[in-house]
T-cell receptor
Framework: DAKTTQPTSMDCAEGRAANLPCNHS???????VYWYRQIHSQGPQYIIH?????ETNEMASLIITEDRKSSTLILPHATLRDTAVYYC????????????????WGLGTSLAVNP | DTAVSQTPKYLVTQMGNDKSIKCEQN?????MYWYKQDSKKFLKIMFS???????INETVPNRFSPKSPDKAHLNLHINSLELGDSAVYFC??????????????FGPGTRLTVL
């Protein structure tokens, strides 16, 4: 079972920031938070990941709470092409993680960006 | 250039047939995966190979047999196809060795329909 909970769906106006929440209250100290998205009929696409600190890249920002029990993915200026299902996943990392390194996917948040 | 490619994109076949799906990655990654996404959109890992060695093998019927001729290829052969095998199958790759964390890059998917 997935170790994260996300809202089933969200709406966002084009050009506005989209803030997608994720709860991972049972996260372990060696687990990273990953975000992927899946645009309709395509393969999942990596967005960003983090451990404790906030992270930013060209696609998005990731804000992780101090207790690491939740996080928020921020798309600063959502476009119509950002309409997709967004998955928040916690995953063990490390050289000897073995089978624990697999990604366990939930149903994600279906984000609709509206014109 | 396509990073992770799969063939065919669509596959329609009769129950009881045997079919194969091919996957190739040109990213130089050492780990490849097969995922199944069912009609409810759950994405579940099936297999993972690291340098041609099977490292993840989920509870998958033994009618499914992955084959990795080299680390750039991971094919999926399915014997005696059943209606319940209808799904979208995604191949992915990542670089595990020497990394604490990694991202997985997904192919475009193969939509398998069993009649």
């Amino acid at each position: 079972d997935a170790k994260t909970t996300q809202p089933t769906s969200m709406d966002c106006a084009e050009g506005r920031a989209a803030n997608l929440p994720c709860n991972h209250s049972t996260i372990s100290g060696n687990e990273y938070v990953y975000w992927y998205r899946q645009i309709h009929s395509q393969g999942p696409q990596y967005i960003i990941h983090g451990l404790k600190n906030n992270e930013t890249n060209e696609m998005a920002s990731l804000i992780i709470t101090e207790d690491r029990k939740s996080s928020t993915l921020i798309l600063p200026h959502a476009t119509l092409r950002d309409t997709a299902v967004y998955y928040c996943i916690v995953r063990v990392a490390g050289h000897n993680a073995g089978n624990n390194r697999k990604l366990i996917w939930g149903l994600g948040t279906s984000l609709a960006v509206n014109p | 250039d396509t990073a992770v490619s799969q063939t065919p994109k669509y596959l329609v076949t009769q129950m009881g047939n045997d079919k194969s799906i091919k996957c190739e990655q040109n990213l130089g990654h050492d780990t490849m995966y097969w995922y199944k996404q069912d009609s409810k959109k759950f994405l579940k890992i099936m297999f993972s190979y690291n340098n041609k060695e099977l490292i993840i093998n989920e509870t998958v019927p033994n009618r499914f047999s992955p084959k990795s001729p080299d680390k750039a290829h991971l094919n999926l052969h399915i014997n005696s196809l059943e209606l319940g095998d209808s799904a979208v199958y995604f191949c992915a790759s990542s670089q595990e060795r020497g990394r604490v964390t990694d991202t997985q890059y997904f192919g475009p998917g193969t939509r398998l329909t069993v009649l």
